[in-house]
Every structure is written in C-alpha cells, then in structure tokens.
DNA sequence: TTCATTTATGACCCACCGGTCATTTAAGGG
DNA sequence: CCCTTAAATGACCGGTGGGTCATAAATGAA
C-alpha cells in the first residue's frame, strides 16, 4: 500500500517555513526555493499542495488573520471603558509588527490578485463590527458619551490602531518606544470616547 | 558644439512618466520598459538620468514628500482647535490614497533599501513634529487641555491620521466615504485634544 | 558642410525564478 | 521480498526584466 502523509499537516509545516520566509526576505523577494530549504522539502513538493506562490501566499494570510480573530474573540466583552482601552493593548502585541510591514508587500497595487486585499479588508471590516458590538452597551451605560454612533466610532478607532501598529512598522522602533506612543494615543482616545477627562481614581 | 538638454528637466520628466505607471502597475510590476514608453523614450535613456530603478524610486519618493511638506507648511499656523482641525482636512486630499496604496510596496521587508524606509520616517518624523510646534501654542492658550505633551500629542495624531489613509487605500473606498470616515476620526480626535465635548456654538 | 561631442536608441545579454515532469524513493500490504 | 501506489525530488524549461553597449541621431560651432 502507498505511503500516506497527512496533507493538513504538510499545508501547516509550508506555511510555517513561507512566513519565516516572507517575513525574513518579504513576499516578492523570498523565492519558492527559500521556502522549500525552510521546510526541508524540494521546490516540487511545494506544488503537490499548492497551486502557486500565489496561492500559498493567500492561505498564509486566511491563516493568520483568523488566527487574530480567535485571539481577539476569546478576550471577555469588556463591562467599562478601562476594560475596553485594556483589551485594545492586549490584541496588540508587538510581534504583529513584522506581519503587519510583510503585508505592505501585497495590498499595493502591484499585486493583482484582489483577494488578498479582501482577507485582509475583511479581517478589518469584522475588527470594527466587533469594537461596535462593545461599543453599544458602553454607550448605554455612560461609560462612552451618548452623542456617539458606535459603527463610526468603532470604524474610527480601528483605523487609529492600525496607523499605530503600521507606524511602529515603518520606523522599526523598539517595544518600550512603542508601548509610550501606544498609551499616548490610547489616552488621547479614551478622552474622546468618554467625553472628558477621566475622573480622578 | 554638443547637443545639450536640461538634465534637471528631463529627469522630471522622467519621474512623472515613473509616477504613472507606478501608480497604475506598482514599483514591482512596472518595467522599465513602462516607464519609457510613458516618457516617450528608449529604455537605455533612463539609464542616462538614473542609476538604476531603486534610485529612481528613491528620487521620487523624495520629490513626493518634499511637495507634501511644502504644502503642508503653507498652511497658516492655527490659533484655535477648530482652525488645527480643519489644517488636518486640508493636509488629507483624497489624492493621497493612491500614492499611499503605493509605497506599500516598498515599505515591506522585499525592499531592501533602507533610505525608502528613512524618506517616509522622516516625513512622518517631520510632520510629529510640525504639528507638535503648532499644539504648544495651542495648549498654553488653554484650547487644547494642559496635561497633554505637545510632543506626545503629536506623535498620536499623526500615527491616526496615516492610519485613517492607510484604511482607505486598503478599502479603496469612495471619496463619501472617506469623508464620513474621516469626519467621524476627526471628532473623536478633536473631544480627546481638548479634554471634553465641544461647547455650544 | 563638416566635425566633435553629447544624447538617444533598442537589440542583446544574462541571471533569475516560477512552475513542470520524468524519475526516484518511501511505505506498507500480501 | 516484491509490487503497487503515493509522495518527493531536482534538473530543466521558458518567459521575463533589469541593465549594457555598439551604433545612430541630433546639435551647433567652425
């Protein structure tokens, strides 16, 4: 009987060995030959479970972006704005700065395929309709001020976030340079948010 | 006597030709062979006027982003909130969005070149600190709320204001859109600068 | 018109890389 | 041990695109 490899297996050690890759020499740079050596595979058995660079590039970014999803969705709906301000530090860890600089590579206009853009428009479109969903019952129980709408204050502060992280990738700072800058804008945000300066205690 | 041409001149020429079809193909996918038929030209005169096609890349970032800084310094420095927020309305024509969606092509780790990197960080660098000249005043005539770092400040915006264009570029989104986007972050911006809701009138 | 010099040209070169496929290797049942 | 079948291999192919250079064209002074 024929040797048997199981292919969900073999798909994930790939995608590990492209984002080290990519993120190493960036999408355009890396060549299907690096990734096989990071695999420890010939260039041909790459195509025995994708289609194409392409391809392989596509199922990186679908795996990653529903991998923040699930992190983001497993941090508990937050009861006050404080607890909201802190879930925003925590589904933003610094290791999303190399990613986030990686897929600079595809959302330009050199890069036709759409769906990339899709994935990656769509992992944000879903970011903002979740901040919205946390947003309302703040907006109920005064911790955000009432003359809010929740969609556009939810589509408002995920384009912030994601000008911090796309910053922090442009200069290459360093953590703690980021962690200033990130609580600078978080507390500019969460005044605008709640209406006012926040009370003292 | 030798025929003479403008060296100065022709190397614009050839920049725009570059910015077309950089804009229409990407840094990646535009060949050089693009970018001389744009400019009416053989593709060894490029070669003439430019090292190579990172330099050129080079050349034209650095004329895009000298162009955005003088724009942006003729704006008339603000004496209240309300004239900073509108300054930033003026500093985001919806122009931008397809410059932007391009140098993600060249702020991934494919592009080797650290003085791409270095020309868009200086500019962001630059315009932290623009802004930042124009806060100090506006703190101390109490317009923006007092505990706040000019510098900090600053910084904060800026990051959420590239994020807001970063959004649309990704999105490719209507210039309405924008707007409703843009007005909404602006708000938020404006209630977190100035430490509480906006008085009446 | 001639000539020296600068400028322009585009055929050509060559390295590279995505993708293919004939061949080899590995697995495991009989 | 052999055979079948799946899996892996890597030499090879073909197209591409950045960059070169021998040649041609343009310019203007003499």
């Given at each position: ?11 994930e ?10 993120l ?19 260039k ?7 289609q ?13 972006f529903?991998d ?11 009861q ?11 589904s ?20 036709q395929?759409?769906?990339?853009a ?21 907006i ?45 804008t ?16």
């Open positions: 009987m024929p040797k048997i490899v199981d292919r969900e297996e073999m798909r050690r790939i995608l590990d060995a492209a984002m080290a890759c990519f190493e020499r960036g999408y355009h740079a890396a060549t299907m030959q690096d990734v096989a050596g990071q695999a420890g595979l010939a041909g058995t790459l195509y025995l479970y994708f194409s660079k392409e391809e392989m590039l596509l199922a990186l970014l679908q795996r990653y529903d923040i999803r699930a992190r983001i969705s497993a941090i508990p709906a937050p006050t704005l404080d607890q909201f301000m802190m879930g925003l530090r925590l933003m860890p610094v290791d999303r700065l190399a990613a986030t600089r990686l897929f600079f590579d595809v959302l330009g206009p050199g890069f395929d759409p769906r990339a899709e994935i990656i428009g769509g992992f944000f479109a879903w970011l903002a309709d979740h901040y919205a969903d946390q947003f309302a019952p703040l109920r129980a005064g911790e955000i001020r009432s003359d809010l709408s929740a969609q556009a204050a939810a589509q408002a502060v995920t384009a912030m976030l994601d000008g911090l992280v796309i910053h922090l990738a442009i200069f290459g700072v360093e953590e703690d340079v980021f962690e200033t800058r990130r609580d600078a978080l507390a500019l945000l969460e005044t605008g948010l709640r209406g006012g300066v926040a009370p003292p205690g």
